[in-house]
DNA sequence: GTGGTCTAGACCACC
DNA sequence: GTGGTCTAGACCACG
């Protein structure tokens, strides 16, 4: 049964990752302006009222900031987005590392097929 | 009200891979009797016919045998455990790259991560 | 409640080989929706729930796929139809020919039986 | 009470049936005495009366003669066997071809089968 | 006792 | 509208 479920987690907290995943890759730049609430409800068939929040959550976690009548920009404190990238990663390997020892897997086992996935990745592109 | 957002995946396969990982680490061999239905399904607070679901999909995955009128068992075809913990693992490790890959880590950043997290791991026991 | 249970083949298998049947006659064609689970229910004269089943071991068997939404409609994959039309095909033979067997029929009876009733059927058109 | 109920379709014919199977297998040859009703009845687990009625019906068939005070014997009308024999292989063959011809099997595609199947058994000795 | 099937009716996610 | 999940409770076959 084909099912999906990848999450429900709120969709405005999904949102709120995907902006940080791009500027902690560096999609988007300290100081770029973020799209206009309206533009981004748009591209993501969503209410306008979901971005706002979205942009919100974005400056409470000091990575963006609202400046009234030009928009929302990525925080010029490059410091701030790499201690979030930090704290992204080492979020994701605790949550991920906690799962293969749940299930009983050494770490040798897991950094072997950490590397073959990596292998089989590159191959592909 | 008071909406947990824990995980959306279906409670059947949430149990499905509870399961799984218990027959893969081992706490439950190659035999072992399965909780009847109707016990498992007081233990997980859930309707029999959710428990027969996860059993049902146990079988069909060939890691689990039902004996009419005796109960569900373990199948006794270790080579198929084994198969599914290296299938398990290989799926973990699919989607942690995947995402990790998303946010732009390196494999030096990850795997250095992952020691990191490990040591901490094993000092805290 | 006036039920039948004419033979004791689980209803939902028995739909199974109903659907199954008339998508290997091309009666259901690649890419055909099939009708709804509610719709069908109602034709059948059974539980939604059931044909849900039914519908999910079609998709289980890889001969229909569902669309979230949309409905559930016959695999695209003529080669799939094509392998359980020769599965359907020669487990019909097996167990005719157990019978047969058990009964102590030799091979040439039975082509000579088959063959006088194909023409006998041919000769009612 | 240990009911089977495999098929819905009645004991007594189902019996009928064993003992048809028996008698144009040679199994059972023209004269030999069939069990006692009581003895039948209690290796098939069933009541003496259910017994009687296979008898009775055997007897209807011409394929069995009842002698009071002696037993039931099978017809020394070997004609009547071999009749019943050619019946019994139609009545098959005549429903088989009529399912496989609702799955849309040629006449070749069946042969070939049976061929095929025939092989497979004949290898599995 | 065991698991297997089925119904009735509810609520959800997706489009 | 579509299918997917879950509950509650019934009845069945098997041992």
Do not use: C
């Not at 791009?22 to 409800?41: F, N």
């Not at 749940?102 to 089989?120: A, H, P, R, W, Y």
């Amino acid at each position: 049964m084909g099912n999906d479920y990848e999450s429900s987690r709120p969709i405005y907290l999904q949102l709120v990752d995907k902006m940080s995943f791009r500027m902690i890759r560096g999609d988007l730049k300290p100081g770029d302006k973020l799209p206009s609430v309206r533009d981004m409800a748009v591209d993501s068939g969503v209410n306008p009222n979901t971005i706002q929040r979205v942009y919100a959550e974005l400056e409470r976690m000091d990575i963006a900031e609202v400046k009234r009548g030009q928009g929302t920009f990525v925080t010029q404190d490059e410091e701030k987005l790499l201690q979030l990238r930090e704290e992204l990663k080492q979020r994701q390997i605790q949550s991920f590392m906690k799962e293969m020892n749940d299930m009983g897997f050494t770490l040798d086992e897991i950094i072997n097929g950490i590397k073959l996935e990596f292998d089989n990745e590159k191959g592909r592109d």
